[in-house]
């Protein structure tokens, strides 16, 4: 299992980029930070996962900024997750000694605290090894001026309305520089240092004593366990599962309980290449598998915060969907552009996202299943918002027609997407049942039904292919699109066996191994992509659906070995070299994981 994998990797001095693989998160329920296994935290945003970077040294590794923390000489490192948690060990091995790193952001608990806590506690394990440290912060995307100076005698760099101490025992006596606060001490056998970064927005800034930090960071370690132990599945993929379901914890904005699509901006779908996104916001396209996988993980709490933020972010915009909405239920995402060198020269590095703006049928489907399963699972809807949804409902028996952008948001001429109509008469068909149960108003519930029907008719007349023996991407088109699948997912009726002969397809042609890519039309963007994880484990999800079991058993078993060394995956896989590609960590691939996991476990019974 990879969060067993305990291979020492040696670690050369960084020379530029070091692998996406190469990258482990921690949180605290706001932020993200990003951890190589060299121990360089490369990439954190503050006070705020969506807010500009401090650390981006992933996105310009001379001049984003990054905390570095390692032995001064050659070593090798080998490194987990703590068990079931969310706060990660490394172990560094020198010709000299064995030193362990641990690395937590906290979570706040009793007493003063500062906004944002990233705790570093170095013990000596064996030998002496010498430890070099430095902070380098970049705020602002490495844009804003920074002032680095003492204040009591401790480290502060500040810039604009943020400012970050840098507290630090047993670690050496810290040297400033005009752009880096900087150490150097030697870890023996038994001794322990604690280095932390405490950072406040707006506020004044808190200079907390060693002992609150070790308590918070002991604190911080049980709340993951007793978090990771409460998860309601007991399957044979449980550490998959369980890694997933924490690294799902740490996309879940807690101040709003949306659900960010990843941690990171712009980190390339393929090399050298334009494919650069920003996925720190929260997808309505993401919606029903995110509360489909919190129910089935028993995560009630995060499951109705997520529908209850997903309905008031919708609010603003009703009767229309945005296709993502910012983490504090914001509707606008302006894109542009920095002026950073991008990972391994891949630019432009974006911030904001365009697709916003982009007309996207499915997610009208997704919405209403999302409602549906809401209230299966024992919620309630008020008056207001049943209102609402039926108002969704009539829209969509409105705007069906139309042509859109898609799930995977195209960059070019919109066309009729099948998976995107499919989505559409899932919005109808749930709206009817919610109706037919009482959840919501049901005047519109004869025009839903004549819709939905038409919506299938142009679905079986227009989006079939005889001659492929499969749906196709769109209208009149003979490509495929892994999309389809969800037309098993989603529960579109198959009378004559046509998605399973279209999954069949989509394992043919756009399958390499374990991994599916999305499509290989084109996209109306230059360059290729790589395939794309969640989509792997739809594959997985659909084929157990359909009485493949062993078919789907093995391709998950394929599937969980990719994962890195803690667990965790990107968004998408280099099927030749096996890199991981695109932004980390990417929530839909354990959503799309956890709901495979669960869906093989029913189908093996």
């Not at 705020?48 to 490192?77: H, K, Y």
């Not at 002969?501 to 084109?522: N, Q, S």
């Amino acid at each position: 299992m990879p969060t067993a994998s305990r291979v020492l990797v040696p670690v050369s001095p960084r020379d530029g980029y070091v692998p996406i693989r190469d990258y482990a998160a921690i949180g605290d329920g706001r932020t993200i930070a990003l951890v190589a296994r060299d121990g360089a935290i490369d990439w954190l945003c503050l006070p705020d996962l969506d807010s500009p970077s401090v650390f981006a040294a992933m996105l310009d590794t001379e001049g984003g900024g990054r905390f570095v923390l390692s032995p001064a000489v050659p070593f090798e490192a080998e490194r987990r997750y703590l068990p079931d948690t969310n706060v990660l060990e490394t172990t560094f091995t020198t010709a000299a000694g064995t030193v362990r790193v641990t690395d937590a952001m906290a979570l706040p608990g009793s007493g003063l605290t500062s906004g944002r806590e990233l705790v570093r506690r170095v013990e000596g394990v064996a030998g002496e090894v010498a430890m070099r440290w430095s902070v380098e912060p970049r705020f602002g995307y490495a844009g804003w001026r920074t002032r680095i100076e003492r204040r009591a005698g401790v480290p502060v760099a500040t810039s604009r309305s943020q400012a970050m101490a840098v507290r630090c025992w047993d670690a050496g006596d810290p040297e400033l520089r005009p752009d880096a606060i900087e150490g150097r001490f030697t870890s023996v056998a038994g001794s322990e240092a604690l280095l932390a970064l405490c950072v406040t927005h707006g506020e004044p800034l808190v200079m907390p004593a060693r002992r609150e930090l070790e308590d918070r960071l002991h604190a911080t370690i049980e709340y993951w366990r007793r978090w990771a132990d409460g998860r309601r599945y007991d399957g044979p993929w449980r550490e998959a599962v369980v890694r997933s379901a924490l690294a799902l914890k740490l996309l879940i904005f807690s101040p709003s309980g949306a659900i960010a699509a990843a941690g990171t901006t712009s980190l390339p779908e393929a090399p050298g290449g334009e494919r650069n996104w920003d996925y720190r916001y929260s997808w309505v396209r993401d919606s029903t598998f995110s509360l489909d996988a919190l129910v089935r993980l028993g995560c009630s709490s995060e499951a109705t915060s997520f529908f209850w933020w997903l309905l008031h972010a919708s609010q603003l915009t009703h009767p229309r969907l945005r296709v993502l909405y910012r983490l504090n239920g914001g509707a606008r995402a302006p894109e542009r552009e920095l002026p950073l060198e991008g990972y391994r020269h891949a630019s432009p590095v974006r911030i904001g996202n365009e697709a916003a703006d982009q007309l996207q049928l499915d997610v009208f489907g997704h919405l209403l299943a999302t409602a549906s399963l809401y209230c299966d699972s024992g919620g309630e809807l008020d008056r207001d918002t049943a209102r609402r949804l039926a108002g969704t409902a009539d829209l969509v028996c409105r705007v069906w027609r139309e042509p859109d952008s898609g799930i995977w948001e195209v960059r070019g001429e919109p066309r009729h997407y099948t998976e995107s109509k499919m989505m559409c008469w899932v919005a109808l068909v749930r709206a009817v049942a919610l109706a037919d149960a009482g959840r919501i108003p049901g005047r519109g519930a004869e025009t839903w039904r004549r819709e939905a029907e038409a919506i299938r008719a142009f679905i079986e007349e227009r989006c079939w292919s005889n001659e492929l023996r499969s749906y196709v991407r769109s209208a009149g088109e003979r490509d495929l699109d892994a999309s389809l699948l969800l037309g098993v997912l989603m529960g579109y009726p198959d009378d004559h066996g046509r998605l399973g002969a279209t999954t069949k397809r989509v394992a043919e042609v756009l399958a390499d191994g374990p991994l599916v890519h999305r499509y290989l039309a084109e996209d109306g963007l230059p360059g290729t992509e790589g395939a794309f994880l969640p989509c792997s484990f739809w594959l997985v999800d659909a084929l157990a659906r359909l009485g493949h079991v062993e078919e789907a058993a093995a391709r998950m078993e394929e599937l969980e070995r990719l994962a890195n060394d803690v667990g965790l995956y990107a968004e998408e896989i280099d099927p030749n070299t096996g890199e991981f590609l695109g932004n980390f960590p990417q929530g839909l691939v354990y959503l799309a994981l956890v709901n495979a996991a669960v869906t093989l476990e029913d189908a093996e019974r």
